[in-house]
């Protein structure tokens, strides 16, 4: 059974600092990795997705890189600002089709 | 149109009450989920629909029952619900041929069982 762990669960940064939140997974057979963003009380929006052949995916000041073999993500935000605050969340899928497993969650709280 | 629309977005109700939740998509997806998260938790998935027939149930109690009248619109009956089904209920939608993998999300429905 695919276990999600993200660490840490909650952190704070003050504006403008370049910040990497992890996520490791137990099954390193997956299809593809999502990381999610979820405002509290919303719902979720994908932020990036990974292909499992792909070793990284860019989107403005976010870069998410996967190591399959080691069973591990990574997403990087640079320049963080207030507006980044957020819940972000590890989603690994393992075959197409099948449903997407979340990990808990960072809480991430960007200071003024 | 690019969203997925959920109604109410807040919704009490007591043991013994019926109540429906509802989503709605026009991005033409053929795929619709509903989702249960409680606070601080991941969303955890209750139902698929695919071209309006039911896929997979993750085994949800029967006091849960989903709806896909068309394409468009998926619903979730509720009756007889416990105190602890309150929870945020998130419905989301995916492109045809990316089912599970592109999840368009709605803003969700807070339920509060009393």
């Known amino acids: 059974k695919q276990e999600v762990t993200q660490i840490p669960a909650a952190l704070s940064v003050p504006e403008g600092e370049n910040l990497v939140l992890n996520c490791s997974f137990t099954d390193s057979a997956i299809y593809n990795l999502q990381w999610f963003r979820q405002d509290p009380g919303k719902g979720l929006t994908s932020l990036l997705l990974?292909?499992?052949?792909?070793r990284e995916q860019t989107s403005g000041r976010l870069n998410a890189s996967l190591d399959k073999s080691s069973g591990r993500s990574t997403l990087y935000i640079a320049a963080s600002q207030p507006g980044d605050s957020a819940t972000y969340l590890c989603a690994p899928q393992m075959n197409r089709d099948d449903k997407i497993i979340f990990g808990k969650g960072t809480r991430l709280h960007i200071l003024p | 149109d690019t969203e997925v629309t959920q109604t109410p977005k807040h919704l009490v109700m007591g043991m013994t009450n019926k109540k429906s939740l509802k989503c709605e998509q026009h991005?033409?997806?053929?795929?619709m989920y509903w989702y249960k998260q409680k606070a601080k938790k991941p969303p955890e998935l209750m139902f698929v629909y695919s071209y309006e027939k039911l896929s997979i149930n993750e085994s949800v109690p029967s006091r849960f029952s989903p709806e896909c009248p068309n394409s468009s619109l998926l619903n979730l009956h509720l009756h007889a619900l416990q105190p602890e089904d309150s929870a945020l209920y998130l419905c989301?939608?995916?492109?045809?041929?990316?089912?599970?993998?592109?999840?368009?999300f709605g803003s969700g429905t807070q339920l509060s069982v009393l």
């Open positions: 989301a939608s995916s492109p045809p041929g990316t089912t599970n993998e592109k999840l368009f």
């Open positions: 990974i292909q499992s052949s792909q």
């Open positions: 991005m033409g997806h053929r795929a």
